[in-house]
């Protein structure tokens, strides 16, 4: 049995915190850093639930800011 | 007299009017497009275009555009481009131009602009005038900036500047124009076009041009053509750029011409189909034995301020003959800073005046001054 | 277990090349941003980075020659596509195109946007529409919706009042000189792959001297309309899509 498992990178100083990646992520992977902002002053996200990626690249294909780089790789159970 | 008829035959003289000088001028000068609205009195310069099809000799871009707004914005798209452009319009219509114009200065792109003036304010009369002096020279839209600004006089000038505004637009990366008036657009005269020039090549048009916005090539960062800049200190600094360019031009392209001014008493000056009628009057006024004589600016911007300022030296008086209310004459008298009178004649609402009319004010407002 | 998922041969998405570094400065989860990517995107994948010529407009756009790395002609506020129509004719190899928002194309630059479509200039018209004018601080655009609150109409726009609003989209298929006019978004990972294959098709019309196309993507501005990105985004669905339908309108590429 094998299954598609992802990883994401925030580029955590281009985040604006928009939070448009965690309405659009279906694993949950995503949230808002708690009380942190970034070098411009806005707050961003991290892959919160990073074992649940999937690598689907939602959250990088609707991020405004192209900040999420996404990898993706087959593993066997 | 046969070698005399081959040597014109292969010049080429021909007999038409200034307007339609402007497309031939533009066609043989390797221009690589033409964008412009029709308007009286120079819808001929595109009429003429379209007849001689250069997109079909040479590859000229020939184009009616919607609205003065268009051809203006047209041209900027295409200078900026590093192409060869130009558009013509009238008065009013240049009017709508002048936001164009001035996006050009700020971004520093070489077009050309030819003004057919007629009389206004507003839509005003479809005859002539040269009331868009003002607008010419004190850069008509927004911004501190100038246009290079050649006032033909002749049919002959009008084929001869089109290469020359493109030179000095390209050298000074700068709006230039082409300031007529409907006299000069519309009167037929013997003219010598000029030789056939190719149009420039992709690689001329890039050494030429490395500031264009044509598609980059992997060697260069990408090129942007804007006149936008929020920063004030680096504003400031664009702003002064082109100040230096404009004091450089100042200094390296004043162009004028004098007649009979060597014993002269009186200076009229007069630019464009105004200098033509003053010609005249002072062939009158030497008749009478007025000592009058000519001093012509043909860039009207840069103005000959210095060139005036010697010459008035020891003379009675100024005349400035000019065909709106009186605006090159502020230049003027910037220029003699009082060293003597300068008075202004002219008529409005598109009569152009008489020879007769020149020497009358001549007489009445110099001449019976105690 | 993370690292060994994070390496180059398991990429499989990341911000295009041809977008720079230099941080945007677009608000938070502003429309702009993705149409940005998509259009350099599509670039790239066409080989195209030194053949484009974009047209940026005025309004928050304006600064779009910032971010995507190819040439670009700053235009006056609604007269892209006539700047458009001049690099396109004199340099025909070029891809050439505008990137416009709702008060650049429908209000000021009206009769550049219906002169250049209709004449076919061989050019892309991008629209963003999101019926406001957000660099200027949120007032009515000619897209704004009836009963649309902004800065100019506070009490919401009326037909008395502020006459209705524009579908230029619906103006441009009827133009004989458009070959593909359609209108799409960008809120959701469907419509942003729909919108990308438009795009693609309006630039590979434009190279294949079809004709005019007009690429509106209706787009969220959730400073002006005050309201969360998310929230903004939820907006428009629910207000935006029924006004603006999706889909294309015309086409005649046969691409």
Redesign the interface.
């Known amino acids: 049995m094998s299954k598609m498992k992802g990883a994401i990178v925030v580029n955590t100083d281009r985040c604006k915190g928009c939070q448009l990646c965690i309405v659009a992520c279906p694993q949950d992977v995503i949230a808002l850093a708690q009380k942190k902002v970034n070098v411009h002053g806005y707050p961003y996200v991290e892959p919160a639930n990073a074992d649940k990626c999937v690598g689907c690249a939602s959250c990088a294909v609707v991020c405004p800011d192209g900040c999420i780089t996404v990898y993706r790789k087959k593993v066997e159970e | 007299m046969a070698e005399q008829n081959n040597k014109t035959n292969q010049q080429e003289v021909k007999l038409m009017k200034g307007n339609e000088a402007i497309a031939h001028a533009a066609i043989r000068c390797g221009a690589?497009?033409y964008?412009g609205y029709p308007i009286t009195p120079q819808s001929e310069v595109l009429e003429t275009l379209a007849v001689l099809k250069p997109w079909e000799t040479t590859g000229m871009?020939v184009?009616q555009?919607?609205?003065e707004?268009?051809?203006i914005?047209?041209?900027?798209?295409?200078a900026?481009?590093g192409?060869r452009?130009l558009t013509s319009s009238s008065s009013p219509g240049v009017a709508l131009m002048q936001?164009?114009i001035a996006?050009m200065a700020g971004?520093e792109i070489p077009g050309l602009i030819v003004n057919v003036q007629r009389g206004g304010p507003g839509l005003g009369t479809i005859q002539p005038s040269q009331s868009d002096y003002f607008q010419a020279t004190r850069g008509g839209g927004n911004g501190d900036y100038y246009v290079i600004t050649l006032a033909p006089n002749s049919v002959q000038e009008m084929a001869d500047f089109v290469d020359l505004a493109f030179e000095l637009a390209f050298k000074y990366r700068n709006p230039a124009m082409i300031l007529s008036d409907g006299v000069i657009g519309q009167m037929m005269e013997k003219v010598v076009l000029p030789e056939q020039k190719p149009r420039r090549t992709e690689e001329e048009i890039r050494k030429e041009c490395p500031w264009?916005?044509?598609?980059?090539?992997?060697d260069r960062?990408?090129?942007?053509?804007?006149?936008?800049e929020l920063k004030p200190e680096v504003m400031e600094q664009r702003n002064l750029h082109l100040q230096a360019k404009y004091a450089e031009i100042k200094e390296k392209e004043v162009r004028f011409e004098t007649q009979q001014m060597e014993d002269a008493e009186y200076m009229i000056v007069s630019f464009g189909s105004a200098s033509r009628i003053a010609e005249k009057a002072i062939e009158l006024a030497r008749e009478e034995g007025i000592k009058a004589g000519l001093f012509r600016p043909i860039t009207l911007w840069p103005f000959p301020e210095k060139q005036i300022a010697e010459m008035v030296k020891g003379k009675k008086g100024v005349l400035v003959a000019e065909i709106n209310a009186g605006q090159m004459v502020e230049d003027v008298r910037l220029s003699v800073n009082g060293a003597v009178p300068v008075e202004h004649f002219g008529r409005l609402g598109g009569i152009v005046p008489d020879p007769e009319e020149i020497v009358n004010a001549l007489k009445e407002k110099l001449m019976s001054r105690k | 277990m993370e690292n060994n998922i994070i390496s180059p041969e398991n990429l499989v998405y990341k911000k295009p090349t041809l977008m720079n570094d230099t941080p945007m400065h677009y608000c938070p989860g502003c429309s702009h941003g993705v149409v940005h990517k998509l259009v350099a995107e599509v670039i790239e994948e066409m080989g195209m980075m030194n053949k484009a010529v974009g047209v940026s407009p005025v309004g928050c756009a304006v600064f779009a020659y910032r971010y995507l790395d190819i040439d670009w002609s700053e235009a006056a506020h609604g007269r892209a596509p006539a700047v458009a129509t001049a690099i396109k004719r004199l340099w025909p190899d070029r891809l050439v195109f505008t990137y416009q928002g709702d008060g650049d194309l429908a209000c000021i630059g009206t009769a550049e946007t219906i002169h250049a479509l209709n004449r076919g200039e061989n050019i892309t018209i991008i629209f963003i529409n999101n019926a406001i004018y957000g660099m200027t601080g949120g007032q009515m655009a000619p897209t704004t919706l009836l009963g649309q609150k902004t800065a100019t109409c506070p009490y919401g726009r009326t037909p008395e009042l502020h006459g209705y609003p524009l579908k230029m989209t619906e103006i441009a298929a009827q133009l004989e000189g458009t070959c593909y006019v359609t209108r799409q978004s960008v809120e959701s990972v469907g419509s942003i792959r729909k919108a990308k294959k438009a795009i693609r098709k309006a630039f590979e019309a434009s190279m294949q001297g079809k004709g005019s196309s007009l690429v509106e993507i209706v787009s969220t501005c959730n400073s002006g309309w005050k309201l969360s990105p998310v929230k903004a985004n939820e907006w428009m669905k629910e207000h935006m899509f029924e006004f603006y339908q999706k889909g294309d309108l015309k086409d005649t590429t046969e691409l």
């Open positions: 690589d497009g964008f871009v184009l555009a919607e609205s707004v268009a051809s914005n047209m041209i900027y798209g295409g900026g481009a192409k452009v936001e164009g996006y971004a264009a916005s044509m598609g980059r090539t992997p960062d990408p090129n942007v053509i804007t006149s936008l």
